[in-house]
């Protein structure tokens, strides 16, 4: 099966500082790599994904890359605000099927302002 | 519109109870997911339905553990003489077509069982 692992597994910045967090994945045949903010008593909520079509996606402040070749995709925060305090997830899927998804242990970060 | 929606929102139980959890998705999703999320972990994958048959059931810990879909739309997951160790939040989670989708999270449970 899939094994992902991502580091770090906690993570303090300043306030427009940027922040990086990287996972790495077993299965070559995994496409499709999500990334998720889980807030304190709420359930994972997705921020953006990235499947194996493109390196690079970005969404305002935020951006994932991906390197299929090594097998890691990496999440970047810019101009972090305190709001932005949570922890992270990413994930991806066993082969082609994206029914089950495999998570990372998970990165706290913190935004101090 | 309306999200996942998960109730109860938090359920203490005692060791060797029974419980059920439910599951209402995003409406017209036809794919629901269950994880489990243990204390400082990631959300771990239990079950998949696409309509009403289990797609993936290769997460379930053990025969204790049972999820049913009767209609394609809600679930429930039942579990059987629970266990301290079953203690953790059960996130639901539902995607519009299927597996190839975006997987959108419930707000969870949490079993507590004594």
């Known amino acids: 099966g899939e094994n992902v692992e991502q580091h770090p597994s906690t993570l303090s910045v300043q306030e427009g500082d940027s922040a990086v967090i990287k996972c790495t994945y077993s299965?070559?045949?995994?496409?499709?790599f999500p990334w998720y903010k889980q807030e304190l008593g709420k359930g994972p909520q997705l921020i953006i994904d990235?499947?194996?079509?493109?390196g690079e996606k970005k969404d305002q402040r935020i951006a994932v890359t991906l390197n299929k070749t090594a097998k890691h995709f990496s999440l970047h925060i810019t101009e972090t605000q305190p709001e932005d305090s949570a922890v992270y997830f990413c994930?991806?899927?066993?082969?082609?099927?994206?029914?089950?998804?495999?998570f990372g242990q998970g990165t706290i970060l913190t935004v101090h302002p | 519109g309306a999200g996942v929606s998960q109730t109860p929102s938090n359920k203490v139980t005692e060791k060797g109870k029974y419980v059920e959890l439910r599951c209402d998705p995003i409406?017209?999703?036809?794919?629901l997911y269950w994880y489990r999320q243990s204390l400082g972990q990631g959300p771990e994958f239990l079950i998949y339905?696409?309509?009403?048959?289990?797609?993936?059931d290769s997460g379930l810990p053990n025969d204790r553990f049972f999820a049913v879909r009767p209609e394609g739309s809600v679930s429930t997951l039942k579990i059987q003489r629970t266990e301290r160790g079953d203690s953790a939040v059960y996130l639901c989670?539902?995607?519009?077509?299927?597996?190839?989708?975006?997987?959108?999270f419930g707000p969870g449970t949490r079993l507590t069982v004594l």
């Open positions: 989670a539902s995607s519009l077509r299927g597996a190839s989708d975006t997987q959108y």
């Open positions: 299965d070559s045949a995994s496409n499709y």
């Open positions: 990235i499947r194996s079509n493109v």
């Open positions: 994930a991806a899927p066993g082969g082609t099927s994206y029914g089950k998804l495999t």
């Open positions: 409406s017209g999703h036809t794919a």
């Open positions: 339905f696409q309509g009403t048959g289990a797609a993936d």
